[in-house]
């Protein structure tokens, strides 16, 4: 898994898609994403989460937002903590879609707790 953060740290941010003008190469580089983001296992840390997060556009990307949302809520949530320390996690979220769902599953899952 840590090989496949530091391979998307490489990568770094995605682009925003641009379904008029996005070439083959963008395509690619999304293909990419996708693959590395795909070997990283599950339920990931918040660390992780962190690292996520850096890599998303600030729109949308191919959908891989959503990718990197539903890692994002594998996280283990067993105490106060970590419940405070996702909080801030998903506060910091730069793609305010993707924070918006983060914030409807956390709340959704603290109501069925």
């Known amino acids: 898994m840590k090989n496949s953060l530091e391979k998307l740290k490489l990568l770094g ?10 070439s ?3 395509l690619d580089l999304s293909n990419k994403y996708r693959e590395l983001l795909m070997e990283i296992e599950e339920p990931i840390s918040i660390e992780t989460g962190y690292a996520l997060l850096s890599f998303l556009p600030s729109k949308r ?3 891989l937002e959503f ?3 539903s890692k994002i809520e594998t996280i283990e949530l067993n105490n106060e903590e970590q ?5 801030n996690l998903i506060n910091s979220c730069p793609n305010e879609e993707i924070r918006d769902n983060l914030i409807v599953g956390y709340e959704n899952w603290k109501e069925d707790c």
């Not at 941010?13 to 996005?22: G, Q, R, T």
């Not at 419940?83 to 909080?87: A, I, P, T, V």
């Open 83 to 87: 419940m405070k320390s996702y909080e």
């Open 67 to 69: 990718e990197i949302l």
């Open 61 to 63: 990307f191919y959908g």
């Open 13 to 22: 941010k995605m682009p925003n898609e641009d379904l008029d003008n996005d």
């Open 24 to 26: 083959q190469d963008v």
